[in-house]
């Protein structure tokens, strides 16, 4: 079974930042597609952004310039550099995994942004 255990959440002010981490269990994080979810209040989920096995990224259009998805294999982490941060941002946010065309969650880690 594969576990995600995201950490880093909290409240900030509007403007400042925030670096999410995702730590994946077992031994084949580096074959792993990674990627960041958040929904917010009365919102479905969306993407945030993506970070494939090769290091290849992709985020949501609204979020180019201020959110930077990254990961080190050697911690079997995934990270999300949350900087210029707006109240709109505040969601839970969810981490992902696709291993082999399986997905697997983390249990989410609360952002809430103060304006």
């Known amino acids: 079974q594969v576990q995600l255990v995201e950490s880093g959440g909290g409240l900030v002010q509007a403007g400042g930042s925030l670096r999410l981490s995702c730590t994946v269990s077992g031994r084949f994080f580096s074959n792993d597609d990674m990627g960041w979810y958040r929904r917010g209040a009365g919102k479905q989920r969306e993407l945030v952004a993506l970070?494939?096995?090769?290091?290849?990224?992709n985020y949501a259009d609204s979020l180019k310039g201020r959110f930077t998805i990254s990961r080190d294999n050697a911690k079997n982490t995934v990270y999300l550099q949350m900087n210029s941060l707006k109240p709109e941002d505040t969601a839970v946010y969810y981490c992902n995994a696709v291993r082999w065309n399986v997905q697997y969650w983390g249990q989410g880690t609360q952002v809430t942004v103060s304006s």
């Open positions: 970070i494939t096995s090769g290091g290849r990224t």
